[in-house]
């Protein structure tokens, strides 16, 4: 079955970087655009960056573009999220999230993993 | 950027009752519209796609309907693991945009 388990959340202060990780399990990765996502405490969720399944093709929320940058390694089934000037209003559980599409451009947002929690604090 | 309003933003029911949630968009999305259920301290799943399509392993009492910019997920028989929050999701237009939610109390 799909697996999407992230990690490297934590607390940083305002400015600071926070790299993110998701390892993928139970599908064939690099078949599949990949999503970040996030979700401010008692709040919505937010789209954060898409990835293409070949990695040619990245997309950023306004809020984080020039800040967050997405990438991924296909040979170790992971995804990451490198997180820099961090801001308060950047505090979220970030999610993980696999696309539905096969080799597509993009999709609904498929399997999450559960989250890491991300808190921006000084 | 379209604009996904859900309605109501919370709904009581009792267990047995059937729900009916509303999604409404700024601009027709055609059928590209998803729904997922966030149970507390969860990750959110997928519900249904493309306006009526029911994801993997999802029961039938779980149903789409709409097209344009009028949807409707409908829950009928409500269980006590239903009980949620419930969220739109259109992938039409670029950004893919969630609506903001409609909590499913007991």
């Known amino acids: 079955q799909v697996q999407l388990v992230e990690s490297g959340g934590g607390v940083v202060q305002p400015g600071g970087s926070l790299r993110l990780s998701c390892a993928a399990s139970g599908f064939t990765f690099n078949d599949y655009g990949m999503y970040w996502a996030r979700q401010a405490p008692g709040k919505g969720l937010e789209w954060v960056a898409f990835?293409?399944?070949?990695?040619?093709?990245?997309k950023y929320a306004d809020s984080v573009e020039g800040r967050f940058t997405i990438s991924r390694d296909n040979s170790k089934n992971t995804l990451f999220l490198q997180m820099n000037s961090l801001r308060p209003e950047d505090t979220a559980v970030y999610y993980c999230?696999?696309?539905?599409?096969?080799?597509?451009?993009?999709?609904?947002?498929?399997?999450w993993g559960q989250g890491t929690l991300v808190t921006v604090s000084s | 950027e379209i604009v996904l309003t859900q309605s109501p933003g919370t709904l009581s029911l009792s267990p047995g009752e059937s729900a009916t949630l509303s999604c409404r968009a700024s601009q027709s999305v055609s059928k590209y519209l998803a729904w997922y259920q966030q149970r507390p301290g969860q990750a959110p799943r997928l519900l249904i796609y493309d306006a009526s399509k029911r994801a993997t392993g999802i029961p039938a009492r779980f149903s789409g309907s709409g097209s344009g910019t009028d949807f409707t997920l409908t829950i009928s028989s409500l269980e006590p693991e239903d009980f949620a929050v419930y969220y739109c999701?259109?992938?039409?237009?670029?950004?893919?945009?969630f609506g903001q939610g409609t909590r499913l109390d007991i």
């Open positions: 999701l259109q992938c039409s237009h670029w950004p893919p945009d």
């Open positions: 999230v696999k696309d539905r599409a096969v080799q597509g451009a993009w999709d609904y947002f498929d399997y």
């Open positions: 990835l293409r399944y070949d990695g040619s093709h990245q």
